[in-house]
Structures are given as C-alpha cells and as structure tokens.
C-alpha cells in the first residue's frame, strides 16, 4: 500500500480548533501520537506530520477532516536507503 505524508499547517491560534475538528470526526489517526510543533514552536505557523498508508492521495487527505484537509500537503513518501 502507497505511503504518504500529511503536512498540516495552522496559526498558533487555531491549535484549538484544529485539534477539535477531530471530534467526532471517524478518523484512524484519532487517539494516536504523531509529530507536532504546536507546543514547541514559536513561529508563527505550527505544523502536524502524519505518515499514513492509503490507496491514494485523496484516500490519505480523507483521514484528517476537511478543516484540517484544506491546509494539507499530501506527499507520497517512500523508505530509502541512505548511503
């Protein structure tokens, strides 16, 4: 199954509402630890990574709910061998 990377990205103010855009939302990413910048970053942008598997970019974006969705960058991502 392909792999991708959900890059979020959000305002420190929104953290909130990000967070709560996931209520109620069926999502297999709820109640799981990922990567966030929310409480360590003092920039004014505040990022999520996910890395998910999915049939498409489309099926990867549909994981996260559509407030989330519209500030996502989907990128297909693969395992490499660093030399």
Not at 16 to 42: E, M
Request: glycine share 2%; aromatic share 10%.
């Amino acid at each position: 199954m392909p792999r991708y990377l959900l890059h979020h990205r959000h305002e420190p103010h929104d953290c909130g509402v990000v967070f709560a855009a996931f209520k109620g939302y069926d999502s297999p990413l709820r109640h799981r630890r990922t990567l966030a910048s929310c409480q360590s970053d003092t920039r004014p942008t505040h990022s999520i990574w996910w890395a998910v598997e999915a049939a498409s970019a489309d099926d990867a974006l549909a994981q996260v709910p559509f407030y989330v969705a519209q500030r996502t960058v989907v990128t297909q991502v693969s395992d490499v061998q660093i030399p």
